[in-house]
Nanobody, 123 residues
Framework: VQLQAYGGGLVQAGGFLRLSCAAS??????VGWFRQAPGKEREFVAA????????YYADSVKDRFTISRDYAKNTVYLQMNTVKPDDTAVYYC???????????????????WGPGTQVTVSS
């Protein structure tokens, strides 16, 4: 599985940004977004099950971020609205061969990772 995340950049607090994750290769069921800020551990942001469209969010982004998928383009999106300086991080997309609700938030469930894209939110 090959993954490529793009769409990061510099945005002002309160603004919006859309990240894209283009995926190809073997079949996988779950796609997740994770982020890592300087000096912090990588954390779960959002995930989507490609078989049924089920979505999952971290509490810190719920009601602000939306994950979606476009089957025709083999792309998963992360729409980021009302961004905050705390959202500043490198964002990674990852693919999981299986997607179980109880483990979809854990990075260990994902076997393939793409290079990250930097998101910087200015105050």
């Amino acid at each position: 599985v090959q993954l490529q995340a793009y769409g990061g950049g510099l945005v002002q607090a309160g603004g919006f940004l859309r990240l894209s994750c283009a995926a190809s290769g073997r079949t996988f069921i779950g796609v997740g977004w994770f982020r890592q800020a300087p000096g912090k551990e990588r954390e779960f942001v959002a995930a989507i099950k490609l078989n049924n469209g089920g979505t999952y969010y971290a509490d810190s982004v719920k009601d602000r971020f939306t994950i979606s998928r476009d089957y025709a383009k083999n792309t998963v999106y992360l729409q980021m609205n009302t961004v905050k300086p705390d959202d500043t991080a490198v964002y990674y997309c990852a693919a999981a061969p299986h997607a179980i609700s109880s483990t979809i938030r854990y990075s260990g469930s994902y076997h393939n990772w793409g290079p990250g894209t930097q998101v910087t939110v200015s105050s």
